[in-house]
């Protein structure tokens, strides 16, 4: 049975710094790509950052130069190290999963997480 858990959501003040995790279970974790999406009241869910099995990583421009992707295959983890947070941050953080890159991209991914909410505010 497949599983990704997301941890490391909580509430942070604006210019702070945040970690998530996704923790993965029942895939072969080194030959899939990886992604995080985010979905904020209210909106579309909407793709923050993918990695590939060469680890290979892109970013939303919204969060170029803030959030940094990385993968650990020896732990089948997940990363998203989040930095000068700002309110507009505030969302639910998912981590996606497939074989296929493109399918990440598109949010076509076969495995999804439950997510992890994240609140910047002061």
């Known amino acids: 049975q497949v599983q990704l858990v997301e941890s490391g959501g909580g509430l942070v003040q604006p210019g702070g710094s945040l970690r998530l995790s996704c923790a993965a279970s029942?895939?072969?974790?080194?030959?899939?790509?990886l992604g995080w999406y985010r979905q904020a009241p209210g909106k579309q869910r909407e793709l923050v950052a993918t990695?590939?099995?060469?680890?290979?990583?892109n970013y939303a421009d919204s969060v170029k130069g803030r959030f940094t992707v990385s993968r650990d295959n020896a732990k089948n983890t997940l990363y998203l190290q989040m930095n000068s947070l700002k309110p507009d941050d505030t969302a639910v953080y998912y981590c996606?999963?497939?074989?296929?890159?493109?399918?990440?991209?598109?949010?076509?991914?076969?495995?999804w997480g439950k997510g992890t909410l994240v609140t910047v505010s002061s």
């Open positions: 996606s999963a497939d074989n296929s890159l493109s399918s990440v991209r598109s949010a076509l991914a076969g495995y």
């Open positions: 990695v590939d099995t060469g680890g290979n990583r």
């Open positions: 029942g895939i072969l974790f080194h030959i899939f790509a």
